[in-house]
């Protein structure tokens, strides 16, 4: 079993790099088929977002836009509850059909709060599209749309995810070693 150290904390191997792309893969198809024709506007929620953005619009093929956003929403390996504001959007999304693109869905506390923020922009809809979801952790009222992979309440990293700012470059999920 594969094992990485990042700063104290040890992790095992959990998700490998093939299952992952496979998994992005699978979620685009429901995309193309989902939106074709509304031309959609991607967000893709910085910092954790930037693997599974990339790797995602590689198989997105109907016209549509990707831009960035960032927010700031964790610390160490707890939800903080108290989030910034979103930054960065220039476009105008009114009337858009909205695709947010996150890394993962937790408590739905990030989400709720992007959501509210783009509401008030009057988008056509606001979708979601996440790498990771969990369902045992979630205890707002949204739902993901697409979901490439969901997971038990464990913490993880890389593809994208951190521990403290470290690990988003692992190419496979690690969990935590309890
Ligand atoms: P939520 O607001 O849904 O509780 O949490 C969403 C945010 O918390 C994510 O965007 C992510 O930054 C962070 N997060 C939640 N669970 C994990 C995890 O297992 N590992 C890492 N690295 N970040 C997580
Ligand atoms: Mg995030």
Same mark, same amino acid.
């Given at each position: 079993m594969k094992k990485v150290r990042i700063l104290d904390k040890d992790f095992e191997l959990f998700i490998e790099a093939d299952t992952i792309q496979e998994s992005i893969k699978r979620l685009a198809v429901n995309i193309n088929n989902d939106l074709k024709g509304k031309n959609p506007i991607f967000i893709a929620v910085l910092n954790g977002s930037f693997m599974f953005a990339g790797d995602l619009m590689k198989h997105v093929n109907i016209p549509s836009e990707i831009t960035f956003v960032r927010i700031a929403s964790y610390k160490g390996i707890s939800s903080t509850l108290d989030l910034k504001e979103v930054l960065?959007? *220039?476009? &105008?999304?009114? &009337?858009r059909t909205v695709v947010i693109v996150e890394d993962i869905v937790d408590t739905g506390h990030t989400i709720e709060k992007l959501i509210s923020q783009f509401e008030v922009l009057e988008p056509k809809e606001i979708k979601i599209a996440t790498l990771l979801f969990k369902p045992k952790a979630l205890i707002k009222d949204i739902k993901p749309d697409y979901v490439a992979l969901e997971i038990p309440n464990d913490f993880i990293v890389g593809f994208g995810l951190d521990y403290d700012g470290f690990g988003? *470059?692992?190419q496979d999920i690690y969990k935590i070693k309890m």
């Open positions: 960065g959007l *220039n476009e &105008d999304i009114k &009337d988003r *470059n692992l």
